[in-house]
């Protein structure tokens, strides 16, 4: 099993950032791919951005050129810059792993998400 652990959610104004952070832990093999996902109140959640072992990122548009996702693969952990915020990013922020195993056994897993409040 692996575990997910978000920090660094917040309120902050319109404009402001922040950075999350995923961390992994528990029986690690390889996780190939991690992202952040992101469900506001009455809405579908949605993909906001991934990142692969071989460092190939993608973003959604609406947060294209404003966040940024990496990677510290020593630490099996993910971050997510967030900057010139909007109260649209208002949302809870959920880490999401691909995980394999050494018998090739893929998993996926969720973290339990960390809240980003965006507000004057």
């Known amino acids: 099993q692996v575990q997910l652990v978000e920090s660094g959610g917040g309120l902050v104004q319109p404009g402001g950032s922040l950075r999350l952070s995923c961390a992994a832990s528990g029986s690690i093999f390889s996780i190939y791919y991690m992202a952040w996902y992101r469900q506001a109140p009455g809405k579908q959640r949605e993909l906001v951005a991934s990142i692969t072992s071989g460092d190939k990122t993608n973003y959604a548009d609406s947060v294209k050129g404003r966040f940024f996702i990496s990677r510290d693969g020593a630490k099996n952990t993910w971050y997510l810059q967030m900057n010139s915020l909007k109260p649209g990013d208002t949302a809870v922020y959920i880490c999401?792993?691909?995980?394999?195993?050494?018998?090739?056994?893929?998993?996926?897993?969720w973290g339990q998400g960390t809240q980003v409040t965006v507000s004057s």
């Open positions: 999401y792993a691909n995980h394999r195993s050494s018998s090739q056994v893929a998993s996926i897993y």
